[in-house]
């Protein structure tokens, strides 16, 4: 008879095991990563990115892009590398429907897309474009990554097909965490440059927002409270029939398996639609 501590260490060991065999079996369907360098037009240093082409892959066919910012204190290799389950639903996703992976520092470790990691990922759309034939262009991200998906997607919508936002802000004007990166990232703090606070904030420009769109937000997060993308979310669902807002009112910063994997389909469904 088995022990129930025993009993239990197994089934975590089993766990853990699919999970790697998941991983694997994602790493196996896209070319191994490549670490892009390039020139940053905007102050001309060396900016990096991690860019996967699915496995036979042919430069003759259009494809679709996914874009996926990385979260506070990490860097373009979360989404390549991290166990976290939001990283493996993204690119489980992008697999899903054969899309270009791309996933940039943009900037920084701690970013929160600035005016120069806003330049950097035109740069990076822009070229993309110019070396594959890209149709649509997805971006997604989680935490800081979230955050900055509202931001740039409410910045150029003209760029951005479809958007998902996972445990993100949407109020840099009322946010108070991570102050100290936020303003190294903006260029000043919100009393001294609050118009860049509020162009940054996508709660004020839910017109933007007219791609295909889902949010995720935690009711017990206290890391980035969900207040300001739950009253986002409410308002573009009245001018997008394309919004999806999955609100779990008893998890914190996070996001699970099953709703990170269903708030990016649900975009890529909808861009990529025949």
């Given at each position: 008879?088995?022990?129930?501590?025993?009993?239990?260490?197994?089934?975590?060991?089993?766990?853990?095991?699919?999970?790697?065999?998941?991983?694997?079996?994602?790493?196996?369907?896209?070319?191994?990563?490549?670490?892009?360098?390039?020139?940053?037009?905007?102050?001309?240093?060396?900016?990096?990115?991690?860019?996967?082409?699915?496995?036979?892959?042919?430069?003759?066919?259009?494809?679709?892009?996914?874009?996926?910012?990385?979260?506070?204190?990490s860097d373009?290799?979360?989404?390549?590398?991290?166990?976290?389950?939001?990283?493996?639903?993204?690119?489980?996703?992008?697999?899903?429907?054969?899309?270009?992976?791309?996933?940039?520092?943009?900037?920084?470790?701690?970013?929160?897309?600035?005016?120069?990691?806003?330049?950097?990922?035109?740069?990076?759309?822009?070229?993309?474009?110019?070396?594959y034939q890209?149709?649509?262009?997805?971006?997604?991200?989680?935490?800081?990554?979230?955050s900055s998906?509202?931001?740039?997607?409410?910045?150029?919508?003209?760029?951005?097909?479809?958007?998902?936002?996972?445990?993100?802000?949407?109020?840099?004007?009322?946010?108070?965490?991570?102050?100290?990166?936020?303003?190294?990232?903006?260029?000043?703090?919100?009393?001294?440059?609050?118009?860049?606070?509020?162009?940054?904030?996508?709660?004020?420009?839910?017109?933007?927002?007219?791609?295909?769109?889902?949010?995720?937000?935690?009711?017990?997060?206290?890391?980035?409270?969900?207040?300001?993308?739950?009253?986002?979310?409410?308002?573009?669902?009245?001018?997008?029939?394309?919004?999806?807002?999955?609100?779990?009112?008893?998890?914190?910063?996070?996001?699970?398996?099953?709703?990170?994997?269903?708030?990016?389909?649900?975009?890529?469904?909808?861009?990529?639609?025949?």
């Amino acid at each position: 008879m088995i022990h129930k501590r025993h009993y239990m260490a197994l089934i975590c060991s089993l766990a853990l095991a699919l999970f790697h065999t998941f991983l694997t079996h994602a790493a196996e369907k896209y070319q191994a990563p490549q670490d892009i360098s390039f020139t940053a037009t905007i102050d001309d240093s060396t900016q990096k990115y991690i860019l996967m082409l699915p496995e036979g892959f042919d430069s003759n066919k259009h494809h679709s892009l996914m874009i996926a910012l990385h979260g506070h204190g990490s860097d373009r290799w979360q989404f390549i590398n991290s166990k976290y389950l939001e990283c493996k639903a993204a690119c489980d996703v992008a697999i899903k429907y054969n899309m270009i992976f791309v996933s940039p520092d943009y900037r920084a470790k701690t970013s929160w897309m600035g005016p120069k990691a806003e330049a950097d990922v035109v740069q990076i759309i822009t070229d993309l474009k110019k070396a594959y034939q890209i149709d649509n262009v997805i971006l997604v991200g989680a935490s800081m990554g979230g955050s900055s998906s509202l931001t740039f997607s409410a910045l150029h919508p003209d760029l951005i097909h479809g958007v998902a936002s996972l445990n993100g802000t949407a109020n840099h004007l009322s946010y108070e965490k991570f102050q100290e990166a936020i303003q190294s990232s903006f260029g000043g703090t919100k009393q001294e440059i609050p118009e860049e606070y509020k162009r940054r904030s996508a709660e004020y420009w839910p017109e933007q927002f007219t791609m295909p769109i889902a949010f995720t937000t935690g009711g017990k997060d206290t890391v980035v409270p969900p207040d300001s993308v739950s009253r986002l979310a409410a308002i573009v669902a009245k001018l997008n029939k394309h919004s999806l807002h999955i609100h779990r009112p008893e998890t914190g910063h996070t996001t699970s398996y099953e709703d990170s994997y269903a708030a990016y389909d649900y975009v890529c469904k909808i861009v990529l639609a025949p």
